[in-house]
């Protein structure tokens, strides 16, 4: 049996592959599968179909991706998906995909920013919840079982191989043994350690990373985090909810609270449609430098487009800014910042199969890495998850196969009992929620868009100092079940995520993509290697193999004129 760890659209495909390989399989999460993190994704999904522009090609796709990565990708992980995507597409239309097609039946693509050609697919503005959609019914259909609400604390592990996990029931606390040859792990990222995020509470906040790390295996880039520029201010507790770059795409105008259309100082040809980590940083910048709105924003406007416009080609931004503000963006402005929005780093894995360090262990989705480096080219996180999970899926059926015996340890079973035991006994007067937040704050002011040497540093030592509060919590579950425990479960995934990105981020003195320090503000060519972090060895820097000439031959700098910014 094989156990896959997060309901998503990684993880549902994997469990898909194996249960269509004849493989007993087991997907478990702790959000229900219908309201999975995918589901938020709104572009779309790239393929070199070559429906629309007949020139494009595997090969041009993974030129685009390396360049966009500012070369810190893995090149053989690069071609594995780009070379693996349209068969990615094949599996969606053969589970009742509905991809938006022209007049003639093909599938429609548009431009997304820094692709050279049109190869993005897309299901209106919604894409993510319509592929999440597909996934499900297609689980279904093979019976896989899903069990929503089950919070996963610890892979049990004997010798270097994995044999399970432990965890238990989100809503009444009943505890699961899982005895399993292998396990796949897809429970996404770590963005919602930051104060403004894409992500909604409780979801990517660094349990993928805790869990692998506790089993033996090691984070790869955890500095590298895309932050997208136009997330919501207001109300709070949707701080950070994105308002799609198609808003810029359709002519959307941004300025600062001078009423200046500032992206003339940082990008004067590309303006609104210059790539994300760009539009980012010159929005940071406005708001640092005291040309920010009151709250703290900046003014994205798409007021003057026509109505119609608006209610045809934005439909989803206006009724998620009239839901959570009251407000009309016919009429009125936006205010939005920079928010933490895709883990590009994860958990390291091979490149082939994304197996990991510890035998029978796999990582896929947000909650590995490889393929995206510096800066993610937009769209191209869903079909990762599509390639990834079918492959992995034959990966861990042939491993799961090809065990004889499969030896159990009672110790690692007993620490992880004893683990959810001392929580629940813990009854200190630190509050799991107020030291969550206490993290946010010091990963926003200290390594949000900008970082540097002093900044970092002071984030190190607050973190220490959350961490020692940490043993002091108190957890108490009541009638409504137990998302107290989830939520020290949670706070541990943050510590240990946000101590591998400050640590990271601290060793990359340089700037490259994302990756902005204020105190070395050029890219230094010896630090073209990932850094991999682990609490026991450190940073090690990992060499990535060259890029094959028939694919360096097609990296360029791509106009973004015209195109849905990434």
Partial sequence: MVLVIGTGGAGLRAAIELA???????????????????????????????????????????ADTLKESYLLADPRTVRTVTQGAALGIDDLERYGMAFAREEDGRISQRFFGAHKFRRTAFAGDYTGLEIQRTLIRRAEQ???????????????????????????????????????????????????????????????????FRLA??????????ELVQFHPSGIIEPENAAGTLVSEAARGEGGVLRNALGER?????????????????????????????????????????????RQTIMTRLPRVYQTLM???MLDITREPIEIAPTAHYSMGGVWVRPEDHSTDVRGLYAIGEASSGLHGANRLGGNSLIELLVFGRLTGQAAAAYSRALTSQPRSASAVARARAEIDD????????????????????????????????????????????????????????????????????????????????????????????????????LDPALQVNLVWSPTTGITHESIPAIPEAIAS???DVSTEGKLAE
């Fill in 20 to 62: 269509e390989a004849g493989v007993d399989v087991l997907a478990v999460g702790k959000r229900p599968k219908g309201d999975a993190h995918t589901a938020l994704a709104a572009g779309g999904i790239n393929a070199a179909l070559a429906t629309m522009d007949p020139e494009d090609s595997w090969q041009q796709h993974a």
């Fill in 142 to 208: 093979l019976d896989v079982p899903v069990l929503d609400g089950v919070y996963i604390t610890r892979l049990l592990v004997h010798d270097g191989a994995v044999f399970g996990a432990y965890g238990f029931d989100v809503a009444n606390g009943t505890r699961y043994l899982i005895h399993a040859d292998a396990v796949i792990l897809a429970a996404g990222g770590h963005t919602r350690i930051w104060r403004r995020t894409s992500s909604r509470r409780d979801e990517n906040t660094g349990d993928a």
């Fill in 213 to 222: 790390v506790d089993a033996g295996a090691r984070l790869r880039d955890a």
């Fill in 262 to 306: 500032f992206m003339t100082r940082y990008d004067p040809e590309r303006m609104e449609l210059s790539t994300r980590d760009r539009v980012a940083l010159a929005s940071y910048t406005e708001i640092k430098e005291g040309r920010g709105t009151p709250k703290g924003g900046v003014w994205l406007d798409v007021s003057h487009l026509p």
């Fill in 323 to 325: 839901d959570l503000q």
């Fill in 423 to 522: 929580l629940l006994a813990a009854d200190g007067p630190e509050n799991v929620r107020a030291l969550q937040r206490a993290i946010r704050n010091t990963m926003t002011e200290h390594a949000g868009v900008v970082r540097d040497e002093q900044g970092l540093r002071t984030g190190l030592e607050e973190l220490s100092a959350v961490e020692k509060r940490m043993e002091n919590v108190g957890v108490h579950p009541d009638i409504a079940g137990f998302q107290d425990l989830a939520h020290a479960f949670d706070l541990k995934g943050a510590a240990l995520a946000a101590r591998a990105t400050l640590e990271s981020a601290l060793e990359r003195r340089e700037t490259r993509g994302c990756h902005n320090r204020g105190d070395y503000p050029d």
């Fill in 554 to 556: 097609l990296m360029e």
